[in-house]
Each structure stands twice: as structure tokens, then as C-alpha cells.
């Protein structure tokens, strides 16, 4: 109100120091005081009923030891008010004296009340010597203390400074000038046109809160990509870019011999044992598989063929029928190498769409069609294991996968690439080193430099299907298939700063993080 009624008298407040608050005889200099008028000069320009400008001062303020002093005197003018008058009482020894006025008032105040005259010696004590004194600290700390300034200059100041009894803060002053909406009355105005107001006519000459048309509204509640879904995408884009197609992947209940028997994975396997694998218990067993297929490849394991001397141990058909969660999409690629190779086998297909196949193969057709087409294929979904979980591992993730079939591929056709794709992730630094899977030969880990963690990290796993696995399919020889995969999670994790796995899939997964994950970008 009182600002109001300045501007309404003289229309503009040069200097907000310079208002004096009702009741009070000093203008409201202290930084304090400003600190309460820009709380009013914000509510009234929010109401646009006026407008200020800041400035800034240096202004000095009492330390904890100075605002004691300006209450209770400097130390030496203590020292001198504990003593009794020369001749009027018995001397103050220096004991008694620290017991009056504590350790740290006597040390200081002493030495400056002898310097000033005001006290001295007699016998062993000390004693007044003059009646009455002028505490002229106190009465300067009072003045900085109200005014934020002294009448005597800066020279005073600095000593003051000096002494620690004062520092500088930065402070804040305003000029202020009427608003578009200025008006002397401080009623709030309102923001709802209500029954009562239209019946008692109040609604003429009230006064109406602005419609912010600015204001953000509430943010919406909407659904929101989990960054897993966000990376897969990116991926996928990927493979499409490179004219891959998208393998169906919809069973996650695959066979042994799906998972790992038509992969030419040996029966006594390790990966195959419940601590690895989960089986089902309810159906425990699948139907039989396609009868020749099966014979081929049961032999091959168990005595070898197409160049391979085999396992030589014995075949379990209950271990190939075993029910069990795919613990790799290479269950899938090998369905689809199956399908791919269906012509080659001699039987009719229908779906000559060419949905999944190429139709130019590298070295070209051969003079007789024997009925293989080149492909390139990709999956990315979800698959199953055993594993103890910790921060880095759940048993469950998805795994990226792809497959290129054609004639005459070479290990460098993988290196090569291995080295596009991975570059087309943003992994600018691949290195290869060999590796053991029993369905490829040569195998090789993918290891990729990683520049904020500063040393190479394993990203995947590839190799060449081996002939075990491709012949019994019934591709013909010259037929190279590349595969190789890797982990959904790990770039998702690197990607977005996550080192616990928990904090990315489950239940502890918070929500916002959720909806606030950036869009990726490789
Ligand atoms: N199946 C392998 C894995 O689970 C990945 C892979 C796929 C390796 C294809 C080679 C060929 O790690």
C-alpha cells in the first residue's frame, strides 16, 4: 500500500531506500527492509500494477561480533563498566576481572581501555579513571548497523572492516513506476465471475485477474516408449537400411532340437543343463520333427557326414524333444535357414513372394537353379537363462540377431560387415578375436572400443554356420551362411548412462524415467 501510495503522489520512486515505512522515523535502508519490498514489488507487478528496476550496492553489515558490540558496548568499554571509580572501591585484579567480564573481553579490552585513558593500574588491580566515557564503537556499529552505511566516510568503514566488526554484502535497491493496471487499491483481484457477484451487481466494478494464455499448462499423462523399445527401433532401422527383413520370432517355447540339436550343439552340452536352460514342465515334450530332417541331423551328431566325423556319442531322442524357453534367437534363424533351403531340398513351396529372399545372389545363378535364394535376415526379441541375477544380468533379455546367406561369403565378407553395422551403431572402433560356438567355424567375439569408459568391451559374438548345420538343412555346398548376435540391454545401458540392469527392466523400474528417457540417437 504504501508503495502504491508514493507512486500515486509522485508518480515514480526514485529510490526505494528512501521509502518510510508507517510508524518507523528511518527510511527502509537496511537490506532487510529491501528484502520486504521486493516481495511487494513482485506481488504488484505479477498484477502488472507496476513496474521496477534493480539495482545493486554494496552495502556493509554487522558480523556476529559486531552486532554484540552495538548491543552490548565494545570490549574495552566492558572492561572499563566492571571496574569501580579510583578511590571509591578496591582494585580488580586481573582474575577477578576475566571471572567479570569473560576471557576474550578482558584480553582485548584491557590494553585498549589503558590506551584510551579510561583505566588504570593501582597495586596489582585495576581501577577507573574517569566516571563517565563515550563508546564510540558501539555507537559507529550502531549506525552501520541501521543505515548500512556511516556519516564519517569509508575511512571508518575500512577500519571497521579490518576489525571484523563489519563486512560488505551485495544488496539490492529499486526505482519504481506506475504499471498498465496501477491502481491505490491492493484488493485482490478476482479470478472467477461467481453467482453471488452477478447478483449483487459487485461484478461491475470489481477488478479481474489476467488470462495467462502463457502459463504451461499441467503436463499430460500420456504412454511412453521404454528406452529398450527406443533402441530396438534404431536397430531395426538399421537392418532395414541394409535390406535386411524382419524374422518371425513369436515362440519363445522352442525345442531342443529347434534350440540346439539343428544348431549342431552336442546333446551333452553344457548350455543345455537345467542350470542353464529352463524346461517346461507342462508339456514337457514336443511333437516329432519332420522325420528325414531329423535322421540327418540325429546322424551327423551322432556319426558325422558331409565331411564331419561328428560327436560320436550316443543320441537322445527325449533330450532333442525337451520343451524349453529359446535361450537365443539362433533357434529362429535356424527355422528360417530351414525354410530358406526348402527349394534346395526339392519341395514345392508356395510362398514364392520372396518376403524373406533375395533375388540376385552375389556369384549369380548358377546354370541350373537348385532352387537357393540369398538372404538377409534380422530378429530382435526376447530370450531365456538360468543365470544368478545381479546388477548386470536378469534371465531374461533380448538378443539382436542376424543371418546372411549366400553363395561364397568369406570370413571377410563378416569382418566387413561387422565393421558397417557396428559403425551405423555409432562403434567407430571394432576388434575381432576368435572365438569357440559349436554351430559356427571360424567364431569371433566383437569387441568395441569404448571411449568413456576407456577400454574395450565384448558386444557381440558371430561366425560362419558350420557345414554340420547348413547341409542336413540341405543348402548345397557352396552356400556360406554369416550369423551373429548380440545383447539389446548392453548398448541400451551404455546408451543411457545405466550401469544396474534393475534400474532398466523390472519392478523397480521407476516410471519417470521411463517417461523422461531422451529419444536415442546413434
Ligand atoms: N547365439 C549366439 C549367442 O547367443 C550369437 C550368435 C548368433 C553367434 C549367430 C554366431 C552366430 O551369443
Redesign the pocket.
Known amino acids: 500500500q504504501l508503495i502504491l501510495d508514493t507512486l500515486d503522489k509522485h508518480s515514480k520512486i526514485h529510490d526505494t531506500r528512501q521509502l518510510i515505512i508507517p510508524g518507523q522515523q528511518e527510511p527502509a535502508a537496511s537490506q532487510d527492509a529491501q528484502i520486504i519490498i521486493l516481495g511487494a514489488l513482485n506481488s504488484l507487478l505479477s498484477r502488472e500494477m507496476i513496474l521496477y528496476e534493480s539495482h545493486e550496492v554494496l552495502s556493509n553489515v554487522l558480523t556476529p561480533e559486531g552486532e554484540q558490540i552495538a548491543k552490548d558496548g565494545s570490549h574495552e568499554a566492558r572492561v572499563w563498566a566492571a571496574l569501580p571509580l579510583k578511590g571509591e572501591g578496591s582494585a580488580v585484579n586481573a582474575v577477578q576481572l576475566k571471572k567479570l567480564v569473560g576471557d576474550e573481553t578482558a584480553k582485548v579490552g584491557q590494553g585498549r581501555a589503558f590506551k584510551s585513558g579510561w583505566i588504570g593500574k593501582e597495586g596489582d588491580g585495576f581501577v577507573k579513571l574517569i566516571p563517565t566515557i563515550t563508546d564510540a564503537t558501539q555507537l559507529d556499529l550502531q549506525e552501520v548497523g541501521s543505515s548500512g552505511t556511516h556519516k564519517s566516510g569509508e575511512k571508518l568503514l575500512a577500519d571497521l572492516r579490518k576489525r571484523k566488526l563489519v563486512t560488505q554484502k551485495k544488496g539490492q535497491w529499486f526505482t519504481v513506476t506506475k504499471g498498465s493496471s496501477f491502481s491505490t487499491s491492493t484488493a485482490k483481484p478476482e479470478t472467477d465471475l461467481t453467482v453471488e457477484m452477478l447478483t449483487s451487481g459487485s461484478w461491475k466494478t470489481s477488478t479481474y485477474k489476467k488470462y495467462n494464455f502463457e502459463a504451461e499448462g499441467t503436463p499430460t499423462n500420456g504412454g511412453a516408449l521404454h528406452p529398450l523399445l527406443k533402441v530396438r527401433e534404431e536397430i531395426r532401422n538399421i537392418f532395414l537400411e541394409m535390406g535386411f527383413a524382419e524374422m518371425p520370432t513369436s515362440s519363445f517355447v522352442e525345442s531342443g532340437f529347434w534350440c540346439f540339436d539343428a544348431l549342431f550343439v552336442p546333446q551333452q552340452h553344457p548350455a543345455r543343463d537345467l542350470q542353464d536352460t529352463f524346461y517346461l514342465s507342462d508339456p514337457k515334450n514336443s511333437l516329432h520333427p519332420e522325420k528325414e530332417y531329423y535322421k540327418r541331423v540325429s546322424t551327423v551328431h551322432e556319426h558325422g557326414g558331409f565331411g564331419s566325423i561328428g560327436y560320436r556319442a550316443p543320441w537322445s531322442h527325449e533330450e532333442s524333444t525337451k520343451l524349453l524357453l529359446r535361450?537365443?534367437?539362433?533357434a529362429s534363424?535356424a527355422h528360417m535357414l530351414y525354410k530358406l533351403a526348402a527349394k534346395c531340398r526339392g519341395e514345392k513351396v508356395d510362398d514364392e513372394s520372396g518376403e524373406y529372399t533375395h533375388a540376385g545372389s552375389k556369384t549369380g545363378a548358377t546354370e541350373q537353379d537348385d532352387g537357393f535364394r540369398p538372404a538377409k535376415l534380422f530378429s530382435i526379441d526376447r530370450?531365456f537363462r538360468n543365470e544368478t541375477m545381479d546388477a548386470t544380468h536378469l534371465a531374461e533379455f533380448h538378443?539382436v540377431?542376424?543371418?546372411v546367406a549366400d553363395r561364397g561369403l568369406t570370413l571377410a565378407d563378416l569382418l566387413g560387415f561387422m565393421r558397417v553395422f557396428f559403425n551405423k551403431m555409432g562403434i567407430e572402433k571394432v576388434r575381432f578375436k576368435p572365438a569357440y560356438?559349436p554351430?559356427?567355424e571360424p567364431?569371433m567375439e566383437i569387441f568395441a572400443f569404448h571411449p568413456l569408459l576407456d577400454r574395450w568391451v565384448e558386444v557381440?559374438?558371430?561366425?560362419m554356420?558350420r557345414p554340420e548345420m547348413l547341409e542336413p538343412m540341405g543348402f548345397p555346398k557352396d552356400v556360406r551362411v554369416?550369423?551373429?548376435?548380440?545383447s539389446l540391454e548392453r548398448p541400451t545401458m551404455i546408451r543411457y548412462g545405466i550401469n544396474n540392469i534393475r534400474t532398466l527392466v523390472g519392478h523397480k523400474v521407476p516410471i519417470e524415467s521411463i517417461e523422461n528417457a531422451a529419444a536415442v540417437m546413434f
Open positions: 535361450t537365443h534367437t539362433t534363424s530370450v538378443q540377431e542376424g543371418v560356438n554351430y559356427t567364431s557381440g559374438n558371430s561366425g554356420f554369416h550369423g551373429w548376435g548380440l
